[in-house]
């Protein structure tokens, strides 16, 4: 062994060198890109995974990586699309309202089933007029790779910086609940299409010949009865059905035993909060091992987590970043991957008769006609979450194509036999298209997508159109270096007040007790006629001995010794929240008192804040 220090060029060091230096240079600038230029998380990413790819840097090379097997970066790729779009559903379950499904069943309806049906059905006659070669069905199974919106990116246009502005929240809502199941929804287009070219009539002399190819679709003949009972049997029931099921009763379960552990104090604040990402990868190892829908049974645990809207709510309380730093996590890494293992060299080629215009072409066509004509004509069965066609064009255009259509596209080469040369003319000629074109149109969905919320910024700035000022919350400042909310405006060095969040204000009953409810003269008669020369440490210990959750005041009381506590309590109220200062480590901030003046009372229950010495006038804060 040769002494001195062995360098080691692996690629697990590369890569990981590579994903580290660009989460340290976005995260200098992020809140800069996400806040004001409102570029988001993925296609920087991208780009910078096109940049480190095959094409240029050579730094991030998949089919390299560890034995360098043939044919491993499709194995690569759906694990890595699985887990992300896995966790990404499970979040996307809990964030949502109590009940929201149940509540807006129609809309969930509607956008599931007669939408997605003319989304799928235009994408199809979008491909069969640009891409040469395919059939219809070939056309069929290709469209429903990107038939659902993707998970990732729909998220991100729901709960993001802009939407925070400039969308009201049933609309961010409906589009943040559309693509948590309509990817689970996908799998019934891209089987019905697959099982009509497996049972398709007049195969069946060819049955024997292609059955021993490897794969799970061959011609097995049987004409159309004979797909469509397979896919209600397998796919609906069986895939569909069962998946939301299971994750509907494990997460009920999960959730009524988080009960029991926050009721006996088991659980800890990181595993509390962790709960969302685990769920992701229990639902996405244990429908598989029966072979049921992955992707639907998380986003119906994660709904099924917050079905009565506690989690969502004590999540609030804990203010939760745990999530929101995985799902950071998840998009740098996951679109950086995106963007290196894209198919350069299969958008321009011969044998399958693609070319980068066709590609162009089939881009916008998809962008016009796959999803805003569907929106257009049912928006007014949806009253209750998009309003008008404003909003429905909204909602039309950006259903973006990402992650979620590279977890098709290898699923599906997953269930067909692989690409030979002593396979049928069809299914080989849909295996060779339906990569360059998914691909395509996940780039191209990306980037359009992506620098079209930055132009819609700037057009709302130019027509003067003017922020959401809905459900103002005010929000404890973590640190005075924190930038502000898109949406927001600052109270002072401690809160920020911010308009239309994503989640619901939450008037929490269940507070701590609040001594500010309780007249003090009510259980002690004497308490306005003590001495007056009692000193401050003999009146706390008093009140600590009074209630076990006296926390003290700091800042207040400017009237005197004489003040009486119902006089002193309405003077407090009437004072600016913004112009109250708390000292005590006991002492857990709130963080929302976005109700109207009339229920202080009720939401003061909820605060955390406690109040001593009541009687001896300002206390010195540097004292407390």
């Known amino acids: ?43 920087p990413a991208l780009i910078v995974g096109i940049i480190l790819g095959p094409i240029a840097g050579r730094l991030i090379l998949a089919e390299e990586w560890g034995a360098g097997i043939a044919g491993q970066v499709s194995e690569i790729t759906l694990g890595v699309m699985r887990v992300m779009i896995g966790i990404q559903l499970a979040i996307a379950g809990y964030q949502l309202p109590a009940k929201y499904t ?20 235009a994408t199809t006659l979008c491909i069969l007029a640009t891409i040469p070669k395919v059939t219809l069905l070939a056309a069929m199974v290709i469209a429903a790779c990107v038939t659902s919106t993707d998970p990732v990116l729909s ?25 948590g199941a309509n990817d689970g929804f996908g799998f019934p287009f891209l089987m019905l299409a697959t099982y009509l070219i497996r049972h398709a009539s007049g195969a069946e002399h060819h049955a024997g010949e292609l059955h021993r190819r490897a794969g799970d679709v061959d011609r097995q003949g049987g004409g159309p009865g004979e797909a469509i009972k397979n896919w209600v049997v397998w796919t609906l029931i069986y895939y569909v059905v069962l998946g939301a099921v299971y994750g509907a009763v494990v997460g009920t379960l999960a959730r009524y035993g988080l009960k029991v552990s926050l009721k006996k104090k088991w659980i800890d604040s990181e595993s509390y909060l962790l709960v969302p990402c685990a769920f992701g990868l229990f639902f996405i190892g244990t429908p598989g091992l029966f072979g049921s829908n992955d992707l639907i049974a998380c986003f119906a645990a994660g709904s099924a987590l917050n079905w009565d809207g506690e989690y969502l709510a004590e999540s609030l309380k804990r203010h939760d970043e745990v999530n929101s730093c995985i799902d950071c996590l998840l998009n740098a890494g996951g679109f950086m991957y995106l963007g290196a293992v894209l198919p350069w ?32 004509i049912m928006y007014k069965l949806m009253p209750h979450t998009i309003r008008n066609w404003r909003e429905a064009l909204f909602v039309g255009y950006f259903g973006p194509i990402g992650v979620g259509a590279a977890f098709y596209v290898e699923h599906t080469r997953h269930v067909y036999p692989p690409l ?43 027509m003067g159109v003017q922020p959401v000022q809905d459900d103002a919350v005010e929000m404890r400042r973590a640190s005075i270096h924190v930038a502000p909310p898109s ?29 500010r409810d309780e007249d003090p003269a009510e259980k002690d008669p004497d308490f306005n006629k003590r001495d007056s020369e009692e000193t401050v440490g003999e009146n706390r210990r008093r009140n600590r001995s009074m209630s076990r959750n006296t926390i003290r005041f700091a800042g207040g009381f400017e009237n005197g010794n004489n003040e009486s506590w119902a006089d002193s309590r309405a003077r407090r109220r009437s004072m600016s929240r913004a112009n109250i200062r708390f000292a005590d480590e006991r002492s857990l ?3 929302s008192m976005s109700v109207p003046p009339q229920r202080r009372r009720s939401t003061s229950r909820s605060a955390t804040i406690r109040f001593a010495d009541q009687r001896r006038g300002a206390v010195d804060s540097s004292a407390v």
């Not at 060198?17 to 409102?38: D, E, M, P």
């Not at 980068?356 to 016009?368: P, S």
């Not at 969040?501 to 701590?512: K, Q, W």
């Open 1 to 43: 062994m040769a002494a001195g220090p062995e360098i080691n060029t692996s690629h697990l060091n590369i890569l990981i060198s590579a994903f580290g230096l660009y989460l340290i240079l976005y995260g200098c600038l992020s809140a800069k890109i996400k806040n004001k230029w409102y570029l988001g998380e993925a296609l």
């Open 420 to 462: 030979d040369s002593t396979s049928d003319e069809e299914v080989n000629n849909l295996l060779r298209a339906i990569g360059p074109t998914v691909y395509w149109l996940a780039f191209f969905s990306i980037v359009v997508h992506g620098l079209s919320i930055p132009i819609l910024n700037q057009f709302y700035k130019f």
């Open 345 to 376: 060299d299969e958008f321009q080629s011969a044998a399958t008769g693609i070319t980068y215009g066709r590609l162009v072409g089939l881009g916008f066509l998809v962008l016009l006609f796959r999803r805003i004509p569907a929106i257009m």
């Open 155 to 179: 998220q991100a246009v729901a709960k993001g910086p802009f939407s925070d502005k400039y969308v009201a929240r049933p609309v961010r809502e409906i589009i943040s609940a559309e693509a």
């Open 487 to 515: 949406n927001a405006i600052e109270g002072d060095d401690s809160t920020f007040i911010v308009y239309n969040r994503f989640a619901r204000p939450v008037l929490n009953m269940s507070g701590l007790p609040d001594w």
């Open 589 to 591: 901030s709130g963080d």
């Open 102 to 121: 149940l509540a807006r069943w129609k809309d969930m309806f509607l956008i599931l089933i007669p939408v997605m049906t003319m989304m799928w059905l």
